[in-house]
C-alpha cells in the first residue's frame, strides 16, 4: 500500500518589530520573511527571529496579486509567497517592474514578472547558456534556441513584501543582462562571480487573471516588451506564400491572355510618307468590315523612324453613321553613340486602343506630320509606316493593376511588423 506523502505544516513566528504574526508558506525554503504590518525584513532561520532591514513605510507598494492568493497555473496548484519591486535606471529615469513569487511544497518556486501590463512566467534553469555572436552582437545559445542580447542594466530592490528563498534586502543590486528569442527571454543576475540564470515565457495577463480566479481584469499591456511576441511573424509568412501563389495565377492568366488576346486583323496596309511630296499628305484609307458585338478597337502604326520624329493625326469613322473617333500618335526615335556606349531613345511604334466601338463599315482617315532631323535611308524626311487594325484585343493594364494590389496585404503587414520590432527594440541597449 502507497502511503501519501505528509502534508507540510505551515509555520508562524512574531515580528520583533511591531509584535504582528508572520505566517511561513515556504516552510525551511523560507531564508527571509517580510512583516506584512510593517514591511520589517527578518529572518527566520535562527532559534531567535533576527531584523534584517526596517523598512519605510511610505515607500509601501500594493501587488496586484494579493500575497496568500492560490491558482492552478501550468496545471499546478501554487500559492502567491512573496513579493518585490526591482528598479533599473536609464539616462536618469527610473524603470520599475514587480516580481511575484509562487510556491508549490512539492513542485517548488516560479515567478511571475509585470511591466506595464507584460508578464513572464519565470523559471530558474538548470543548464549553462553558451556565448555567441548573431549579428555583429552579444548571443547566447539554451536548448537548441539562440537568445539576442536585448540590454544590460544594475537592478536594485526597491520593494520587498512576504517570504523569499534568499535573505533578500531592499537597496541590493545586481547586474541583469536579458537575452530574447520571443516569447521567452534569458535572463542573467550577476553578484560578484556569481551568476543565476532564469528563463521566462511571455504570457497574458488574462491568463494569470483565469488561473488565480481573481476578479475584475489584469492592467492593460502598454506598449511593445522586450520578449512580447509580433501578432505579425507568422501572419507575415503565410501572407507571403498567399501572394506568391496569387502572383504565380496572375503571370499564368497574363500569358494566357497575352498569347490569346491578340485580338483578329481586320486591316493592314504599309504606307509612305516622303515630305518633299507635293499635294496634299491627308488621306483615307479602304473601307473595312468591324463584324462581331460592340467591343474594342486597336490601331497600330509601326514606322522606320530613324533619328527622327513624327505625328500621325488619325480617325476611325464608321461609313454608315458618319462617327469618327479622333486620336493622335507621336513617334520619335534617335539613336547613337557616346562616351558611356551605344543609346537609343523612343519608339519606332506605337498603338491606340478605341474603347467600345460597334460592328459596321469603317475608314481611317490618316494625316502624317514630320519635322527636323534626316532619314539615314532617303537623305530627306521620309517615312514608311504600317497601320494594323484588330479587333476584340484583351487590355492588359488591368492585369498589371491587379500586381501591387495583389502585394498590398503583405507588404503592409511586413511594414507593421518592421514597426513592432521598432517599438521592441527602441527599449533595448541598441535603440536608433
Keep these: 500500500m502507497t502511503t501519501a506523502p505528509a502534508k507540510p505544516r505551515m509555520r508562524s513566528l512574531q515580528c520583533p518589530n511591531c509584535g504582528g504574526n508572520v505566517d511561513l508558506h515556504g516552510f525551511a525554503h523560507t531564508k527571509s520573511a517580510v512583516c506584512v504590518q510593517c514591511c520589517t525584513i527578518l529572518d527566520p532561520t535562527g532559534e531567535s527571529v533576527q531584523i534584517l532591514q526596517k523598512f519605510d513605510e511610505r515607500m509601501?507598494?500594493?501587488?496586484?496579486?494579493?500575497?496568500?492568493?492560490?491558482?492552478?497555473?501550468?496545471?499546478?496548484?501554487?500559492?502567491?509567497?512573496?513579493?518585490?519591486?526591482?528598479?533599473?535606471?536609464?539616462?536618469?529615469?527610473?524603470?520599475?517592474?514587480?516580481?511575484?513569487?509562487?510556491?508549490?511544497?512539492?513542485?517548488?518556486?516560479?515567478?511571475?514578472?509585470?511591466?506595464?501590463g507584460h508578464w513572464n512566467d519565470i523559471l530558474t534553469v538548470r543548464g549553462l547558456p553558451l556565448f555567441v555572436s548573431s549579428g555583429g552582437r552579444r548571443a547566447v545559445t539554451y536548448e537548441g534556441r539562440t537568445y539576442k542580447h536585448f540590454q544590460t542594466a544594475n537592478a536594485r530592490t526597491t520593494f520587498?513584501?512576504?517570504?523569499?528563498?534568499?535573505?533578500?534586502?531592499?537597496g541590493e543590486q545586481v547586474e541583469a543582462s536579458d537575452f530574447i528569442d520571443p516569447p521567452a527571454m534569458l535572463s542573467a543576475e550577476k553578484t560578484g562571480k556569481e551568476i543565476t540564470w532564469s528563463k521566462g515565457e511571455y504570457i497574458t495577463g488574462a491568463e494569470i487573471w483565469k488561473a488565480f480566479e481573481i476578479k475584475g481584469s489584469p492592467p492593460p499591456a502598454r506598449g511593445v516588451y522586450a520578449n512580447q511576441p509580433s501578432p505579425y511573424r507568422e501572419r507575415i509568412a503565410s501572407m507571403w506564400g498567399r501572394a506568391l501563389m496569387l502572383m504565380v495565377v496572375w503571370a499564368a492568366l497574363l500569358a494566357w491572355f497575352t498569347f490569346t488576346g491578340g485580338g483578329s486583323q481586320i486591316y493592314q496596309q504599309t504606307f509612305r510618307y516622303d515630305q518633299s511630296s507635293s499635294g496634299e499628305h491627308s488621306f483615307v484609307t479602304d473601307i473595312f468590315e468591324l463584324p462581331g458585338r460592340t467591343s474594342n478597337v486597336e490601331v497600330r502604326v509601326d514606322t522606320s523612324l530613324d533619328n527622327d520624329?513624327?505625328?500621325?493625326?488619325?480617325?476611325?469613322?464608321?461609313?454608315?453613321?458618319?462617327?469618327?473617333?479622333?486620336?493622335?500618335?507621336?513617334?520619335?526615335?534617335?539613336?547613337?553613340?557616346?562616351?558611356?556606349?551605344?543609346?537609343?531613345?523612343g519608339s519606332r511604334g506605337d498603338s491606340v486602343i478605341i474603347p467600345r466601338v460597334e460592328s459596321g463599315r469603317y475608314y481611317l482617315r490618316i494625316e502624317p506630320e514630320m519635322e527636323g532631323g534626316t532619314n539615314a535611308m532617303a537623305g530627306t524626311h521620309v517615312m514608311n509606316y504600317k497601320v494594323t487594325v484588330r479587333r476584340g484585343v484583351n487590355s492588359l493594364w488591368l492585369f498589371w493593376l491587379a500586381l501591387p494590389l495583389l502585394l498590398v496585404p503583405p507588404l503592409l503587414s511586413s511594414m507593421r511588423a518592421g514597426t513592432f520590432e521598432g517599438q521592441r527594440w527602441a527599449e533595448s541597449d541598441y535603440a536608433s
Excluded: C
Design 60 to 116: 509601501r507598494v500594493r501587488p496586484l496579486i494579493p500575497l496568500g492568493t492560490r491558482g492552478k497555473f501550468r496545471g499546478i496548484l501554487y500559492e502567491l509567497i512573496g513579493f518585490q519591486v526591482r528598479t533599473i535606471t536609464v539616462e536618469g529615469t527610473n524603470y520599475s517592474w514587480h516580481e511575484y513569487l509562487l510556491f508549490n511544497p512539492y513542485h517548488g518556486f516560479r515567478y511571475l514578472s509585470q511591466y506595464d
Design 160 to 170: 520587498v513584501m512576504g517570504e523569499f528563498p534568499w535573505q533578500v534586502r531592499v
Design 309 to 345: 520624329w513624327a505625328y500621325l493625326n488619325m480617325a476611325l469613322i464608321n461609313e454608315q453613321t458618319g462617327q469618327g473617333f479622333d486620336f493622335g500618335r507621336e513617334l520619335s526615335y534617335y539613336s547613337g553613340r557616346d562616351s558611356d556606349g551605344a543609346w537609343t531613345e
